[in-house]
């Protein structure tokens, strides 16, 4: 029997503030396990050994040893680039790679802070090019403010970008495929142009993605779903005393993420304490865990 897993975060300096990848199966910059039997393996020589166990039998069969998801927490001092992420077709075609749909939780927002999501109603790829060609592309965004708790769903396709001031924690599929359409850092830190991928993103932008404020409030002790996606699914959990959660109907993987609060989770191969911030893997040979305190967690699988 296998047991809950956690990792080494993967520390990144951007020019717009930093980046921890604390679950991550992607090539170059694999999580690393921090205890138990397997301390010191990656997660992708973990999933090699342990396949269906681990990750569930299907999963293995579509994905490989390859991690299927990415969690990280993004700290944003200012504003990131605009840009778009391709879909899985597009991504197989060009990059042999997946595509890159996302979810964002609101961790912490400074008053004012915002997100730009999505085109305004009438935007068409004539009104963005004639935008583009004047550097106005921001002022064709959706710009929504935030507020801790706040949850929005980035399917591929959806032109985005985060405002300063802004902590959040991101689930995605195994991807870093970024299309950058506009920047407001024009260098990079040892002076280089920042590229642009304008042609490139032309064709992953749907322009009428619709902005996708999936926030909810669960009953304490139960779960609300925040998306239910071919790329994932995602609920919040809020927990006061002790909550049981069933995993034995998925054939899936389940990472935990708290974002409040204390926890002690309880699973047949081990316990662990959550804190905020802290992530947890469980396999999917584990068909239940049972929560102890009170805190707030996101709850994803495939």
Not at 124 to 138: F, K, N, P, S, W
């Amino acid at each position: 029997m296998l047991y809950p897993l956690q990792f080494k975060p993967r520390e990144k300096k951007r020019l717009w503030g930093s980046e921890s990848w604390v679950v991550s199966g992607l090539t170059g910059d694999v999580s690393l396990i921090t205890g138990g039997f397997m301390k010191g393996s990656t997660l992708n020589e973990a999933v090699e050994v342990y396949m269906g166990e681990l990750v569930g039998d299907d999963i293995y069969l579509k994905f490989g040893e390859e991690f299927p998801l990415l969690v990280k927490y993004i700290t944003a001092h200012e504003k990131l680039s605009v840009q778009v992420h391709p879909g899985n077709s597009l991504a197989a075609s060009r990059h042999n790679a997946w595509g890159k749909t996302e979810l964002w939780y609101i961790l912490s927002a400074e008053a004012g802070a915002e997100l730009m999501i999505g085109f305004k109603s009438g935007v068409t790829r004539d009104i963005y090019l004639e935008a583009l060609a004047r550097g106005e592309v921001e002022t064709l965004l959706n710009h929504i403010p935030v507020k801790a708790g706040d949850v929005f769903f980035i399917p591929a396709g959806t032109v985005h970008a985060i405002g300063g001031g802004i902590t959040l924690a991101e689930i995605q599929q195994t991807s870093d495929i970024n299309y950058r359409i506009f920047d407001w850092n024009r260098y990079d830190d040892k002076g280089r142009p920042r590229e642009l991928h304008t042609q490139l993103a032309l064709d992953a932008i749907d322009f009428a993605a619709p902005v996708r404020n999936v926030t909810q409030n669960p009953p304490t002790g139960e779960a609300a779903l925040l998306i239910e996606a071919d790329e994932f699914t995602t609920n919040l959990v809020d927990v006061a005393g002790q909550t049981d959660r069933e995993l034995s109907s998925r054939d899936s993987f389940t990472i935990y993420i708290c974002t409040a609060g204390e926890l002690v989770a309880r699973t047949a191969g081990g316990t662990l304490t959550l804190r905020a911030d802290n992530v947890c893997l469980i396999p999917a040979d584990q068909n239940q865990i049972t929560f102890e305190g009170n805190g707030r967690l996101l709850e994803t699988y495939i």
